[in-house]
């Protein structure tokens, strides 16, 4: 038997003022989509932002429904608008923000587990790592690439 670690890296900011230009404006972008949430049953609003290789960038926010599975996250939102209106256009970088009862969340809201999922297969589709932002008012993460959200990603396709 071997014992082995895996350890995950990121970037942690106190505020968007300390990112590059383009990852704050693409925080800029998930926060204004925190006005499409549809969330009347949980009142927790996500907006997420996705900057596609060309440039484009394509917005996402929760989409709940009276039958409660039906509704979608904010990020498979915009990763599903992305590969319908883009297919063949790769995924460079996606903010989340959450927010509740109109106040954005101190800590970065964490993406679900089929979300990462979702995220790591339009990584792998794209060939490059996607990035991940994690935004927060008081803090902020930047994940280099899928992998450090969702170690030991599955890949049937891999095999
Ligand atoms: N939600 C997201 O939009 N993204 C996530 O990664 C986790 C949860 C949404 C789903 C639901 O509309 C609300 O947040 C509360 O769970």
Redesign the pocket.
């Known amino acids: 038997m071997t014992e082995r670690k895996l350890t995950i890296d990121f970037e942690e900011y106190t505020s968007a003022a300390e990112m590059e230009p383009q990852d704050r404006a693409l925080v800029e972008r998930a926060t204004h989509a925190l006005a499409g949430?549809y969330?009347p049953?949980?009142r927790?609003?996500?907006g997420?932002a996705l900057l596609l290789e060309n440039g484009t960038v394509v917005i996402g926010?929760?989409?709940?429904n009276n039958s409660y599975p039906a509704?979608?996250?904010?990020?498979?939102?915009a990763m599903f608008a992305a590969g319908a209106n883009y297919p063949g256009v790769a995924f460079d970088t996606l903010a989340?923000v959450?927010s509740h009862e109109g106040k954005i969340l101190e800590d970065p809201?964490?993406?679900?587990g089929i979300?990462r999922q979702v995220m790591a297969e339009y990584q792998t589709k794209g060939g490059k790592p996607l990035k991940v932002i994690l935004a927060g008012s008081r803090k902020i993460y930047k994940f280099s690439r899928v992998d450090d959200l969702l170690p030991l990603i599955f890949d049937s396709l891999k095999a």
């Open positions: 949430s969330s049953y949980s927790f609003r996500v997420a926010s929760n989409q709940e509704g979608l996250c904010a990020e498979r939102t989340i959450a809201a964490t993406p679900c979300c």
